[in-house]
């Protein structure tokens, strides 16, 4: 997704992956739906480091006692990794499932 909005496509391309503790989310192919929404909604798409991600388990686990695996955090950790950069306003909302 992230490399589809950069590059301005309408479509996605297969982008090498790598291995990841969120390994149900660590495809290297997103679907046009996908893309189509964050298209039509200016929205964005951003990635993670597993150093992120496990970061935001235990956050999670600390905070709200609550243990999601790692692909179930991966949105937390970006939405986490956008407020930081600005991305995110501070009075904005964002809104995530975990599943």
């Known amino acids: ?3 589809a909005l950069a590059k301005g496509l309408d479509h996605v ?5 790598g291995s990841t503790v ?3 989310a660590g495809g290297d192919w997103s679907t046009y739906q996908a893309l189509k929404v964050l298209l039509d909604s200016s929205g964005t798409a951003e990635t993670a480091s597993d150093d992120g991600i496990m970061a935001m388990q235990l956050d999670l686990a600390r905070t709200e006692g609550i243990y999601a695996g790692a692909s179930g955090v991966l949105s937390l950790a970006v939405v986490k990794k956008l407020r ?3 991305n995110i306003g501070e009075h904005e909302t964002s809104q995530s ?3």
């Open 1 to 3: 997704m992230k490399n």
């Open 97 to 99: 499932a975990l599943p």
């Open 13 to 17: 391309e297969v982008v090498p992956g």
């Open 22 to 24: 969120a390994f149900s």
């Open 84 to 86: 930081e950069a600005g």
